[in-house]
Every structure is written in structure tokens, then in C-alpha cells.
């Protein structure tokens, strides 16, 4: 019989956990490195170092455990996996339901300076008409939801749950917003339940093109640039995807076992997908992202969340985009951000999404802009769904 109990839930990680992740740091075993190549081979030495060694003698994880643990949590069992999830119920008693999905390598932490305003915009100097209860959920594989025990969650699979995650907390009528992974989950969610989804929000769409020379005639200059930047990632890019995507299991065991390799893994990645400077804290703040460690690290899902990617096509070369990819009629909202890993391309979004209602282009921010932009990200979140609220689009 199909457990469909909603369960409260705590952070408390034994402290034997924490210890045993000091003594692994201390006894880390370095690798050499080249002089002068800095960040292109990945993240360098000399930055790691001082980061590990922050985070063994200094970052303060009861604090960080304690934030998390200020917003209502739960698990529950949907076929056959656990979810995580963060509930926070708006005071306005006309909010719009949200469910919030992240991508990789993220978490739900991705969105602690965004919750307040979201979902009491009357404290934080906005329009109460913009409120939202908003529904969090660490991806299946990751995190606070544990490993994935077989194949097959991919973004149609994840969206399924969703759908049933929200029916399971009574929402008759909710919206959807996603970044990265999370945008073509968010997508899925929409074509998935259109008779409850009001309207999809995405940071970071996914789109292809078809193959069709005449897609690719006549490039506007940002659509040339496009094209580079979709090139750059392919050659500079795109070997963390290709591991990833195909050898998840010997990755894993580095990663499991090593702290600083989980720690180097995601690290370098975060350098190259937001909009920071010299290092990824020019644009995300040190303690935030070693809580996203954390969060992989103390649930042991380097591999599960490694393995996703088995079940995540992200370039044409994955996928059959005339015979895959759905038209979806779902009104969407689509916010792009200049270090997005590949920011959409708008003729190819209008190919595959019907009704674009909002499309912003942004000056900065990048893959994680709920932490990187939270202004921004509220504000347009709020702008979109002001759009759909009423039900008339």
C-alpha cells in the first residue's frame, strides 16, 4: 500500500557527522597543480585550500542548520521515493500556492533570501496581492530527499510528483517556477497538470534547435552571440555534464569519500555559471555555498545527484527536438540572466512555449539567481504571476 503521510521534519545532524567531515578535511591529500592556469583546469589550489580550511576551522553549520530549520519542512513518499520539502504558508490568506524547483549543483538553500519576500511581501515593502505559499522540494537524488533507488527520474518523472505533491497539500490551483534542471521541470509540470497550473516561471530555459538550417538563417547579433556562447560550452563547459551523464558511478566514489573533492566539484563549477569576478564569492557569499555542500555531503548524494544526469538531455545532440520536445500553451514566464550556463534563445523558446507572456533580459546575475539576484528574482517572479493570477491567459 502506497504510504501518502506527510511527515513534519528537523534538521539535526549528529554530531559524530561533523566531526568525522573536521577529521577528513585535516587529512585531505592534495593534488599538484600547474603554474598559471588558474580557474581553466578548475577550481585552484591555493583558493581550495583556504576554502576547505575555512570550513573545517571556521563556518559555522548549527547556524546555517538553525536558518533552515526557521522554515517548515516535511517529508513524504511518492512512487517510491522520499521528497523533501520546505511548506511556508504566506499570512495573506489570497496567496498564490508556488512550487519551487532548483537544479544542480543546487539546493533548496538556493532560495532562503527570497522566502520573506515571496511570501509576505507586506513585510518586505511589496503588494500583499503578491503573496505566495511556497512549496520547496529537494530534487529526488538530492540532498535532504536522499538517493534514488532506480532509473527513470527524469524531468516528466519529477514533474509527476510534483503534481502529486501538491495535490497531497490540497492546492487546486498553484504556480510553477524553476531554474535550471528546475526550469524543464517546471515546464513538464505545466503541460503535466495545465488544468491546475496557472503558470510557469522559469531562470535558465533550456532550448534547442531542431536541426533546420532556416532556424539558424538570419542570426540577430544576440542570437549569433548565442550561438558562441553554446559553442563555448561545448568545448569549455560541458565536461561535468559528460561525466556525469555517463560514467555517475565511478565519479561517485571520489566524491563520496573525498569532502574536498565534493567541494572542488562544485565549486569550480559555481565560478563559471555565475556572475562573479575572481572567485564564485564575488557572487554568492562563502557560507552559502558550503551549506549547498553540506547538503550533498551529509546525505551522501554526490552520486544520486551525478546520476540524474543520465536522465537530463541538454543539448540537441541529446534530444529529438521535432519529435520530443511538446508545444506547450502554458502561459510562461521566462527571465534570463547573462552568466545563465546558455541563456535561451528566443525564436527557439517561441517555437517550443506558445504563450510567452514576459520575457526579461537582465544585466547581471547568473544559473543561481534566487541567491545571486533575490531582488530581481522577486520582482520578476511577482510580475509574471500578476499576469496569470486571475485566470484570464
Known amino acids: 500500500m502506497t504510504n501518502t503521510e506527510i511527515r513534519p521534519f528537523r534538521l539535526d545532524v549528529p554530531e559524530a557527522d561533523l566531526a568525522d567531515l573536521r577529521d577528513r578535511l585535516a587529512r585531505t591529500r592534495w593534488p599538484d597543480e600547474l603554474p598559471g592556469v588558474g580557474w581553466s583546469h578548475g577550481a585552484p589550489l591555493g583558493y581550495l585550500r583556504d576554502l576547505a580550511e575555512y570550513w573545517r576551522t571556521s563556518y559555522d553549520w548549527r547556524r546555517h542548520e538553525a536558518a533552515l530549520n526557521q522554515h517548515p519542512q516535511f517529508t513524504t513518499e511518492i512512487d517510491g521515493q522520499k521528497i523533501h520539502f520546505l511548506h511556508v504558508r504566506s499570512p495573506e490568506p489570497d496567496a498564490l500556492?508556488?512550487?519551487?524547483?532548483?537544479?544542480?549543483?543546487?539546493?533548496?538553500?538556493?532560495?532562503?533570501?527570497?522566502?520573506?519576500?515571496?511570501?509576505?511581501?507586506?513585510?518586505?515593502?511589496?503588494?500583499?496581492?503578491?503573496?505566495?505559499?511556497?512549496?520547496?522540494?529537494?530534487?529526488?537524488?538530492?540532498?535532504?530527499?536522499?538517493?534514488?533507488?532506480?532509473?527513470?527520474?527524469?524531468?516528466?518523472?519529477?514533474?509527476?510528483?510534483?503534481?502529486?505533491?501538491?495535490?497531497?497539500?490540497?492546492?487546486?490551483?498553484?504556480?510553477?517556477?524553476?531554474?535550471?534542471?528546475?526550469?524543464?521541470?517546471?515546464?513538464?509540470?505545466?503541460?503535466?497538470?495545465?488544468?491546475?497550473?496557472?503558470?510557469?516561471?522559469?531562470?535558465?530555459?533550456?532550448?534547442?534547435?531542431?536541426?533546420?538550417?532556416?532556424?539558424?538563417?538570419?542570426?540577430?547579433?544576440?542570437?549569433?552571440?548565442?550561438?558562441?556562447?553554446?559553442?563555448?560550452?561545448?568545448?569549455?563547459?560541458?565536461?561535468?555534464?559528460?561525466?556525469?551523464?555517463?560514467?555517475?558511478?565511478?565519479?561517485?566514489?571520489?566524491?563520496?569519500?573525498?569532502?574536498?573533492?565534493?567541494?572542488?566539484?562544485?565549486?569550480?563549477?559555481?565560478?563559471?555559471?555565475?556572475?562573479?569576478?575572481?572567485?564564485?564569492?564575488?557572487?554568492?557569499?562563502?557560507?552559502?555555498i558550503l551549506t549547498t555542500v553540506m547538503l550533498y555531503w551529509l546525505t551522501n548524494t554526490a552520486g544520486s545527484s551525478a546520476r540524474s544526469f543520465v536522465e537530463t538531455p541538454d543539448t540537441a545532440e541529446e534530444v529529438d527536438v521535432p519529435t520530443e520536445i511538446r508545444p506547450s500553451t502554458v502561459p510562461t514566464g521566462v527571465a534570463v540572466f547573462p552568466r545563465d550556463i546558455i541563456r535561451p534563445m528566443r525564436r527557439f523558446a517561441e517555437r517550443d512555449n506558445h504563450n510567452i507572456l514576459r520575457w526579461t533580459e537582465f544585466d547581471r546575475g547568473g544559473t543561481f539567481a534566487a541567491t545571486e539576484q533575490p531582488d530581481l528574482f522577486v520582482d520578476d517572479v511577482r510580475a509574471f504571476f500578476r499576469l496569470v493570477r486571475d485566470g484570464r491567459n
Not at 544542480?104 to 518586505?124: F, K, M, Q
Not at 504556480?175 to 491546475?196: C, F, K, N, V
Not at 542570437?223 to 560550452?233: H, P, Q, V
Open 97 to 288: 500556492p508556488l512550487v519551487v524547483s532548483h537544479g544542480w549543483p543546487s539546493s533548496v538553500a538556493e532560495y532562503l533570501d527570497v522566502i520573506g519576500p515571496l511570501t509576505n511581501p507586506r513585510a518586505h515593502g511589496g503588494d500583499p496581492a503578491d503573496a505566495f505559499h511556497l512549496v520547496i522540494p529537494s530534487l529526488p537524488g538530492y540532498g535532504l530527499s536522499g538517493p534514488t533507488r532506480e532509473l527513470g527520474w527524469g524531468s516528466t518523472r519529477v514533474a509527476r510528483a510534483w503534481r502529486e505533491l501538491m495535490r497531497r497539500l490540497g492546492y487546486e490551483r498553484y504556480g510553477a517556477q524553476g531554474g535550471d534542471w528546475g526550469s524543464w521541470i517546471s515546464r513538464e509540470l505545466g503541460m503535466t497538470d495545465q488544468e491546475h497550473v496557472v503558470g510557469v516561471h522559469t531562470n535558465g530555459l533550456v532550448t534547442f534547435p531542431s536541426g533546420d538550417p532556416a532556424e539558424l538563417a538570419d542570426l540577430t547579433e544576440d542570437e549569433a552571440e548565442w550561438l558562441r556562447r553554446a559553442e563555448y560550452y561545448m568545448e569549455e563547459l560541458y565536461g561535468y555534464k559528460k561525466i556525469q551523464s555517463t560514467r555517475p558511478q565511478a565519479l561517485a566514489y571520489a566524491l563520496t569519500d573525498s569532502p574536498v573533492g565534493q567541494l572542488a566539484w562544485i565549486v569550480s563549477v559555481v565560478k563559471e555559471w555565475t556572475d562573479c569576478g575572481d572567485t564564485p564569492e564575488d557572487a554568492i557569499d562563502r557560507d552559502r
